[in-house]
């Protein structure tokens, strides 16, 4: 079931979501990575430039006109003027209290509240750092994302003409082969995501929404013309048939077509199957050289004998099959009368010949009966010359917006009763055709026996050399009808998926029964429109290649890290600019203050006590809080012939 679709990359809406959270942001992951890493340096600085912030108002507001300071309280406001970091504030305040642990400065209650709040703010932004992954969905989860068409998506009617024809053979071995791949990969598909609870890892690459489609199976009354004619194993359940029904499909949460509630469809698929009983419909013919030949035209309708192999040791040929397919659209034209007179329903009808199987023991599954009625020691033969298998088929179409929906029907009559009677939009019709097309004209036996022949059997994986069977149980046939069923849910799935990929003329699906128009030489209107839409709106899933961010978690760390940058940055600025048109002595005061208190400030103080100047403030206008000189001045090293210990010693 592989496609060799594109993944879009960028902003995209997806409605499987709710309010901001339906905007995601898809990147390869690599670029993911990249986006993640940003952020969290963003994040870190950020902590920066909060603690900052804090630093600038707690240093300002600790600066009044009564209150007097002492060297102590001078080397506090050095420290919040001068640390860029928490971190290093941290640090300072923690040597500080070393430092001036033995005097009798308040030195606990002064440098708690900076060491407090320079702790929180290293906490806080440290944990948003390490958890700002959390806008991301985890690289190695499945993620959903949108497919990006390539340039032969398009639009496409049904060709009625060609399919009210009852001619279903291939006319070129192109369109045998694409129908062989087809039938091949969706079963495959389906014996993994369906029937089995454990994958390998070569089939973990499903790339649609849902890995399976789910369904019920239930039983029911017989639905073919005759007494007793549905065939069961088990007596108090006679005359009863198995059912596979689908439920309501949403186009956008199981098949992926990514639309909002006002353009989503809903699509049900029901068969029901059953071994029956053709012995009062079939005619002996010949038999010649341990074959036989059968007229079973009052079963199929039509004039093609059957011919299947007797039991003789001197031969060895395994099961063969057949499937017919009569569609409702075509009803007035032929229709299996003696079985079904129902005209709601698309019909298929297989046979099973067991030929020459052995068996180990007796069968007593009705589609492969061997009970010993043809008993040769030691093996069971096939008591029917054929067995038969029957199903009818429908389709439902529903409009969950209006909540009404067609009958359960064939599907040409559904699909023409969804144009006609549900008030469909255009992007829901369009959704509509891309799965009636393939539950159209896509029967079960395409699926299984009428593509594949007698490999469709998984009886047949339990025969050796076409000659020896194991042991079958009573129901066998039921899973093999359940495989049927599935691997026509997986070509669904891959079909909805397929018309964004390319159009495959040669497939039977398509095949006489599709007039397809690529987008770009479609006529402008609405109709285009629709198929624009359906083109570039399909959900499908990848696994360890691209990442979803949520787009507004990330803008919000975005901004919010830049406002806190930008504050930081722009504060002192904005407060002196504020100062210098409303002046006030308190205002003045703290304005000095900070520029005393920058180690620029100091260094100068200090480079005056050794004869270093005269200074001025920097910049063009002289606006800048950092001291510069006009003139070029040599010095030695303030610190040359000047020992610690000598300070210690005063």
Known sequence: MATNLSVYNGIWLDYSQQGVDKVVLTLPLQWGNVLISALALLVSLAGGAMWRIFAYVYHQLRVRHATRSDPFQQQVQTLLRNNGTPISAVLDSFWLCSAWAQTPYPVLKTLLPTGLVAGLIIIVFGIFSIFVSAVATQSEADVIVLA?????????????????????????????????????????YASWFYSRGKQPLAATNSMFPRRRLDY???????????????????????????????????????????????????????????????????????????????????????TEPAVFAEKPEALSTGYSTSCRWWTGAARQLVWPENLTRKEDCDVTICYVSQNSIRYSGPIYDPLFLANGTNFSDPFYYGNNHLNFLACEQQVQFCNPVTDKCTKLTHAAEAFNESYAHLELNLNQFTAIKRSALLLGLADVGTMGLATLGASALI????????????HLEPDHWKKEVQLW?????????????RFLDRIDKTSPV?????????????????????????????????????????????????????????LSVSLGRVVSIVRGHWITREGQMRELARDLDSHYWLLRM?????????????????????????????????????????????
Not at 256 to 261: S, Y
Not at 459 to 470: C, G, N
Not at 609 to 628: A, E, F, Q, T, Y
């Open 459 to 470: 009886a047949r994986e339990s025969v050796f050399a076409d000659t020896y069977s194991l």
């Open 485 to 497: 069923f599935e691997t026509k849910l997986a070509l669904l799935q891959a079909h909805i998926m």
């Open 216 to 302: 019920d199976i239930s039983s029911g009354p017989c639905p073919f013309l005759g007494e007793g004619r549905c065939l069961a194993n088990d007596t108090s359940s006679s005359n009863t048939t198995i059912i596979f029904d689908t439920g309501m499909l949403d186009s956008h949460f199981h098949l992926g077509i990514n639309a909002p509630p006002m353009d989503r469809s809903g699509v049900r698929h029901r068969m029901a199957c059953s071994p029956i009983d053709g012995s009062d419909m079939v005619k002996f013919v010949s038999s010649k050289g341990g074959y036989t030949t059968l007229d079973i035209s009052a079963i199929t309708n039509t």
């Open 148 to 188: 990006r068409p390539s340039e032969n998506c398009g639009g496409w009617e049904f060709n009625w003409a060609a399919i009210q024809v009852d001619d279903r053979k291939p006319t070129s071995f192109e369109a045998f082969r694409a129908r062989v791949d087809d039938t091949q990969s969706a079963r495959a």
């Open 510 to 566: 398509y095949e006489r029964t599709l007039l397809y128009q690529a987008y770009d030489n479609m006529p402008s209107g609405p109709e285009k429109d629709a198929v624009y839409t359906n083109c570039h709106n399909m959900r499908i899933k990848t696994t360890g290649q691209y990442q979803n961010f949520r787009f507004w978690a990330v803008m919000l760390v975005i901004l919010f890290c830049a406002g806190v940058i930008l």
């Open 606 to 650: 200090a480079l005056e006590g050794v004869g270093v100047g005269p200074w001025r403030r920097g910049g063009r206008k002289m606006d800048s809080s950092i001291p510069v000189m006009d003139h070029l001045q040599s010095m030695g090293s303030p610190t040359v012939g000047y020992q610690m210990d000598e300070f210690d010693k005063k």
